[in-house]
C-alpha cells in the first residue's frame, strides 16, 4: 500500500505504516480510514508481529482538521471518531515515534499506541479547552490511564504543551533519543518486542487492556456528543482564531 498520504513498508516482521498530510500532517477522516485499514491488515498478516507507525515531516501531528473546506470533523465528528475507534481494537502492538508536534488528536493518536519514542523535538499538548471544545479521540479514559489523573487535569485544563523530557519524567513517552536515531529506535524497540512469542504477546497485550477499547468506545461517544454542541459556537470560533494567531482566547463567563 502507498500513495501520497499514507505508505506501508517492512523490515521483517515489522510494518512500518507512514503517514502524511503537509505542512502540519492533520488528520482528518480519509486518512483515518486509511490507516485504520492498513493496520487491520496486518492483524491478519500472520508475518507481522509488530507496527510502527511514523509521520513524515517535522512535525507528528497538529490535530484533526478543523478548518479545512474538505473536511467534515467540525460539522459532525462522529465518522472521523467511528475510525479512531478502530485503532483500538487492533490486536498487534503499535511503537510510534513523536518527532514534532503532537497536538489535541494528534496526542491522541501518539496514546493510541502501545510505546512512544521521542526526538528532542517532540511536543506535546491537550489544547482541547484552549480551544473552547471538550477533550477527543478517546484521550478522556487514555491520558490519565497512562499519565495519571491528576496530571492528565493538568494538560487538559490549562493546554500546557510539553517538551520531551517532561513528557518522559511523567510517562507520556517511554523513551527519548536524538533526532536523527529517530526511525532506527522506533524499529529497534519494534524488534525487541518481535522477538517474542507472538502469540503469548498478543494475549499478554489483551489481557492488559481487557474492555479498554469498550470503555473507550463509551467515553468517546460522550466526548463527540458534547463536541458537537460546541463546534460553530463562539467560544470554539474564538479557540480557534487564538490559536492560529498565537495567543490566549478571550472566553466569554460562562
Known amino acids: 500500500?502507498?500513495?501520497?498520504?499514507?505508505?506501508?513498508?517492512?523490515?521483517?516482521?515489522?510494518?512500518?505504516?507512514?503517514?502524511?498530510?503537509?505542512?502540519?500532517?492533520?488528520?482528518?477522516?480519509?486518512?483515518?480510514?486509511?490507516?485504520?485499514?492498513?493496520?487491520?491488515?496486518?492483524?491478519?498478516?500472520?508475518?507481522?508481529?509488530?507496527?510502527?507507525?511514523?509521520?513524515?515531516?517535522?512535525?507528528?501531528?497538529?490535530?484533526?482538521?478543523?478548518?479545512?473546506?474538505?473536511?467534515?470533523?467540525?460539522?459532525?465528528?462522529?465518522?472521523?471518531?467511528e475510525q479512531v475507534m478502530r485503532l483500538y481494537r487492533i490486536r498487534k502492538p503499535t511503537?510510534?515515534?513523536?518527532?514534532?508536534?503532537?497536538?489535541?488528536?494528534?496526542?491522541?493518536?501518539?496514546?493510541?499506541?502501545?510505546?512512544?519514542?521521542?526526538?528532542?523535538?517532540?511536543?506535546f499538548c491537550a489544547n482541547f479547552n484552549r480551544l473552547g471544545i471538550h477533550p477527543g479521540f478517546g484521550l478522556s479514559v487514555t491520558l490519565p490511564r497512562l499519565i495519571g489523573e491528576q496530571r492528565a487535569a493538568t494538560l487538559f485544563f490549562t493546554g500546557r504543551r510539553l517538551n520531551a523530557e517532561q513528557a518522559l519524567a511523567i510517562g507520556l513517552v517511554d523513551e527519548v533519543c536524538a533526532e536523527e536515531a529517530g526511525i532506527d529506535r522506533a524499529i529497534s524497540l519494534a524488534q525487541e518486542l518481535a522477538a517474542s512469542s507472538p502469540r503469548a504477546l498478543q494475549l499478554t497485550r489483551e489481557t492488559l487492556r481487557l474492555g479498554l477499547a469498550d470503555t473507550i468506545e463509551t467515553v468517546n461517544r460522550r466526548e463527540r456528543e458534547i463536541q458537537m454542541?460546541?463546534?460553530?459556537?463562539p467560544e470554539a470560533a474564538e479557540g480557534i482564531a487564538a490559536m492560529s494567531e498565537r495567543r490566549l482566547p478571550n472566553f466569554p463567563d460562562f
Open 95 to 123: 511503537v510510534t515515534l513523536v518527532q514534532g508536534a503532537a497536538v489535541g488528536a494528534g496526542l491522541g493518536l501518539a496514546v493510541a499506541a502501545d510505546f512512544r519514542v521521542a526526538t528532542p523535538a517532540a511536543r
Open 229 to 233: 454542541t460546541q463546534f460553530g459556537t
Open 1 to 81: 500500500m502507498s500513495d501520497s498520504t499514507l505508505s506501508v513498508s517492512s523490515q521483517g516482521p515489522i510494518r512500518i505504516t507512514t503517514f502524511a498530510n503537509p505542512p502540519h500532517n492533520h488528520i482528518d477522516t480519509p486518512l483515518m480510514i486509511k490507516m485504520a485499514d492498513a493496520l487491520e491488515a496486518h492483524d491478519e498478516d500472520s508475518t507481522c508481529r509488530v507496527n510502527v507507525l511514523l509521520a513524515s515531516g517535522r512535525v507528528y501531528c497538529a490535530g484533526a482538521d478543523l478548518v479545512s473546506g474538505a473536511s467534515d470533523i467540525a460539522n459532525d465528528p462522529a465518522p472521523f471518531y
